[in-house]
């Protein structure tokens, strides 16, 4: 990652800023400011010093009284969760947006979760930074609040976002293989990729809290997916530590803001008892497996080959599936390919 000197222009305030060097942010040392993420970004982050951001705003709907509607106890939920109100959100958005964009290096991400009541302010806000739409995903959780006038609300919204002018990172195999397929044939890797992602929420009754904290399943498929053993990774609202836990379990350099000062000590301690990488040995994985002459056309002579040696494996008694997997192996075709080529010869 290439930096300029240790002093950068802040373009969002007109001002210099000191910011820490890059080389200061390892797995080793993870690095977290107990500040309002706006000014401790100003201060302490220079531009383009950030390769991914995953962050979980406030979401401006009174977060504070939610567990009157989710009949939940807040006994051993941390005290001091800091909401933002609604008529402040436009502009809270477009504070701590600009400061993300500024941070980022050129083809760096940008992954925020938000809920509907205020998502028009953050889409304009993110319109605004210049950033660039790659993705809009829905992440569909289990146990929504329950509701006898409208449909149950069980989704976030995942707004993912590059910042122009490098390469992003996009691991495309990172999880499933190009040819893995479930038992009905379908494909692992496309189901992976699709862009409504359904992953439950984690419930950790009895123990000590954030008021909200994201899966650790989600965390790490953005991080395999978005990211590279090293990178800084920031959260402007770390609440739960949740992505920094993740990235420092991944590889990844941690670092990042929470202003409630009773969570900021309780989760700098949990993140200090993680060991550097300790996550990538439970991480599925996945590799690039296309077949060699994908998209190559068929000739005459090669469907008739095809046709000739799909009968001789049903010959011998495998039935369709195994045929076919025999079939790609032969023929260093896709699946798809090969379902096509024995349709234009009627098998």
Known sequence: MSMAGVVSTNRSAGMPVRGTRVSEFTPQRPK???????????????????????????????????????????????????????????????????????VLRPGGSLYVLSGYTNLLDVLAALRESGLREVNHIVWKYNFGVWTETKYVSSHYHILYYEKPG????????????????????????????EDVWSIKREYKPGQTKNKNELPRALLAKILQYSSDPEDVVCDFFLGSFATAKVAKGMGRSAIGFEINRAAFKHQERQVEKIEVGSMLPSLREGRDDTPRKKGEPWSRELLDDLAARFRAHRRAGCNKKKAMEFLQEEFERGRFSILKALERRGL
């Open 166 to 193: 490098g390469p992003r990172t996009f691991h495309q195999f990172s999880r499933f293989c190009s040819q893995e397929r479930n038992d009905a044939g379908g494909s692992l890797l496309y189901q992976d990729l």
């Open 32 to 102: 977290f400011w107990c500040v309002d993420c706006v000014a401790g970004a100003r201060r302490e982050l220079q531009d383009g010093c950030v390769d991914l951001i995953v962050t979980d705003p406030p979401y401006g709907i009174d977060g504070d009284t939610l567990h009157k509607h989710y009949n939940r106890k807040e006994r051993f939920v941390i005290d001091g969760y800091t909401e933002v109100s609604r008529k402040d959100y436009a502009d809270f958005s477009r504070r701590w947006i600009r400061e993300a964009a500024r």
